[in-house]
Nanobody
Framework: QVQLVQSGGGLVQAGGSLRLSCAVS????????TNWYRQGPDNLRELVATITWAGSTSYGDSVKGRFAISRDNAVKTVYLQMNSLKPEDTGVYYC??????????????WGQGTQVTVSS
């Protein structure tokens, strides 16, 4: 029953912006520490951004200053705002989050992935 459902992504020109979403399904659940990963054409998986239970954020070197991770507990969603996109940002983006129930961690789940393509 518990899932992380991703949305957003698509095709954008270099310099443009996209916002990815990662939402927990089910009314009894919340999302805690969440990571965003991406897998580019080289099939290497990179950690792009992290937000902790307490709200601390961190970013991969390649996206610092351009991407921002945030969480809205009211809608149980973690976002990745992607600005000043570059062709090298192209890839499949995955969220990985810890799902909680009544404040207790249940398990870590992966979203289904969403394609981001940045054209030059």
């Amino acid at each position: 029953q518990v899932q992380l459902v991703q949305s957003g992504g698509g095709l954008v020109q270099a310099g443009g912006s996209l916002r990815l979403s990662c939402a927990v399904s089910g009314t009894a659940f919340a999302i805690g520490t969440t990571n965003w990963y991406r897998q580019g054409p080289d099939n290497l998986r990179e950690l792009v951004a992290t937000i902790t239970w307490a709200g601390s954020t961190s970013y991969g070197d390649s996206v610092k200053g351009r991407f921002a991770i945030s969480r809205d507990n009211a809608v149980k969603t973690v976002y990745l705002q992607m600005n000043s996109l570059k062709p090298e940002d192209t890839g499949v983006y995955y969220c990985q989050g810890t799902v909680t129930r009544v404040g207790r961690p249940i398990s870590t789940y992966w979203g289904q992935g969403t394609q981001v393509t940045v054209s030059s």
